[in-house]
């Protein structure tokens, strides 16, 4: 599951995944349904459909006795416990490590049963780790969860760069609450990083739109829609969870 | 806070293109900087901004989401944007986060120049 970083002439070269063509699924965790993620390509802000945005979530943490470095590490280590219960995250056996998989199962505004993605570990550092979307995935771009030092006290940030993949997806975030939900998710992780670091979880939230336009030209990234490939591959899974029970 | 360690100065190579030198580290706290140069650099009828990589010492995820943004704009503008001085290494993550598909990437200034449209 995962793509060794290579090259020493920088400093950050060990933080960055090498490239990769095509994602490789190694291994499951126990629980995850792994769909929609193996065979596919990483998609940046670029490579997306709908509206480009930029949504910074913060969380101060006056008083609290910690450096960036533990609060990143904390993340990285207790990712899938702060993530709300509809939205499972299943790292590798390696954790948040460039170039590893996290596997994702979550349910969405308006869409029966779960939809099975993932993402790719971009980048980690002790300050800051990005996730990276593939094909197929509601959105197209990246999350980087970061924290630094601002006179004096800790600050946690998760900041996405990121569009619907596809305009299934951007009618979704759009209008049946799929963007309200997105901000939910990720309030809900910096209010649990409070809770375990105790400070009050009162999270900044700042939503800047990039780019309006809609990229028609990616339309076609629909073709991979996990949710509707999600959908169609339940009674396969369901039949195949009947036939494991009955043998 | 952690400071910029960053230091961009801006040049023309005749009267369509804008040079950006850039020394130092693209993180999420360069943005200043680098908006700042991309005013001066897009000032006067410039349709292609070059970036000029060969100083480029460290670069992080926040520092790539920056350019992303500054290629939208350029976009916007109707501006073309392209790179030349990346490293192996920094060729690389442009591949892997898929920004060379939007940026043209040169060997060197002059082969840059030689085929960037001069007006």
New interface residues.
Partial sequence: MTSEPT?A?????A??????SRLKVSDVPTGAVSLNVEGRQ??????GFGQ?W?KTYRLRMPGAQVEPAQVVDHMKQKLPELMPPGSRFYPSVSGVQPGELVLINATLPGVPGIIATGVMV??S?EE?F?L?CPEGHPEAG?N?F?A????GVTVAQI?S?ARANDPVFEFGFRFMGGSAQQERIWRHVLSGLAQAFGVPAEVEFLKTL??RKLQWSQAKNVWYNAAIRSALYAPVRLIRRLVGRRS | ??QAKISISVRRAGTAVSIVDIQGEIT?FAETALTEAYNQASRGGVNTILLNFEGL??????GI?LL??M??RAN?QNQQLAAYGL????Q??F?????N??IVIFGSESEALAALPQA
């Fill in positions: 090259g002439e920088s400093r950050d070269a933080h960055w995944a090498h490239p990769v990483v998609v940046g802000p670029l490579q480009l930029q971009l980048y550092d800051s990005t990276m990246w980087t970061s630094y030092e601002e006179q900041q760069l990039v780019d | 806070m952690s999420s010492e460290y670069m992080n995820s926040g989401g992303v943004t290629l939208i916007r490293t192996e290494h920094y690389q993550i591949e892997l986060t898929r920004l598909e939007a």
